[in-house]
């Protein structure tokens, strides 16, 4: 089965910079997706960022210009955060979205999430 375990928060002052990693386990699909999401107190779950086995990627306007996701070895997705102000500050969950099996031609949504990572930025 699928796992998505993420990694690197912490807690730095406005204008610092984290970098979280989502490093999926059991991700055996020629196609997918795999996206970020944060959910800051009182406030609903957001989408933050996203790429696809094409590396092509797309960004929530309030992070775009300051954050970054990219690919990396294993099966590893990383988020770049720059720039970061006190309003970033939420829990932020790797989540699985659509994929295709190797030798299917049909895509399928798949959603496991994350168990999230707490990025906190001070003034």
């Known amino acids: 089965q699928v796992q998505l375990v993420e990694s690197g928060g912490g807690s730095v002052q406005a204008g610092g910079s984290l970098r979280l990693s989502c490093e999926a386990s059991g991700y055996n699909y020629c196609s997918y997706e795999l996206s970020w999401y944060r959910q800051a107190p009182g406030k609903e779950r957001e989408f933050v960022s996203a790429?696809?086995?094409?590396?092509?990627t797309r960004y929530a306007e309030s992070v775009k210009g300051r954050f970054a996701i990219s690919q990396g070895n294993a099966d590893t997705v990383y988020l770049t955060m720059n720039s970061l102000k006190p309003e970033d500050t939420a829990m932020y969950y790797c989540k699985t979205n659509r994929v295709r099996p190797c030798g299917s031609s049909l895509y399928r949504y798949l959603e496991v999430w994350g168990q999230g990572a707490l990025v906190t930025v001070s003034s």
């Open positions: 790429i696809d086995s094409d590396r092509s």
